[in-house]
Nanobody, 123 residues
Framework: QVQLVESGGGLVQAGGSLRLSCAAS????????MGWYRQAPGKQRELVAA???????NYADSAKGRFTISRDNAKNTVYLQMNSLKPEDTAVYYC?????????????????WGQGTLVTVSS
């Protein structure tokens, strides 16, 4: 069974940095896009950044210039480097993977989500 496991959340002061990691485990043959979403209390989940298997990236306006998404295809891992954090970045951050192909069962998962990691930015 393929699953996503996030790490790296925590408490940081405004202006600080955090690096989130998300590793996909299981008998993975390929993953199309991977990305990070976040959900603040009382708000809808929103895209933060995404990256394709070829390295093309997409950022929310709020993340541009401060966050960097990267990916290690050999490790099936995606990272989110967050700099110049603001209190409004406080949220649960979720890892997402699209079109994941299991190399053993040949089952294709349309979409997978991690369990979420909390990022709290204090002012």
């Amino acid at each position: 069974q393929v699953q996503l496991v996030e790490s790296g959340g925590g408490l940081v002061q405004a202006g600080g940095s955090l690096r989130l990691s998300c590793a996909a485990s299981g008998s993975i043959f390929s993953i199309n896009a991977m990305g990070w979403y976040r959900q603040a209390p009382g708000k809808q989940r929103e895209l933060v950044a995404a990256i394709t298997s070829g390295g093309s990236t997409n950022y929310a306006d709020s993340a541009k210039g401060r966050f960097t998404i990267s990916r290690d295809n050999a490790k099936n891992t995606v990272y989110l480097q967050m700099n110049s954090l603001k209190p409004e970045d406080t949220a649960v951050y979720y890892c997402n993977a699209e079109r994941v192909l299991d190399g053993v069962t040949r089952y294709r998962y349309l979409e997978l989500w991690g369990q979420g990691t909390l990022v709290t930015v204090s002012s």
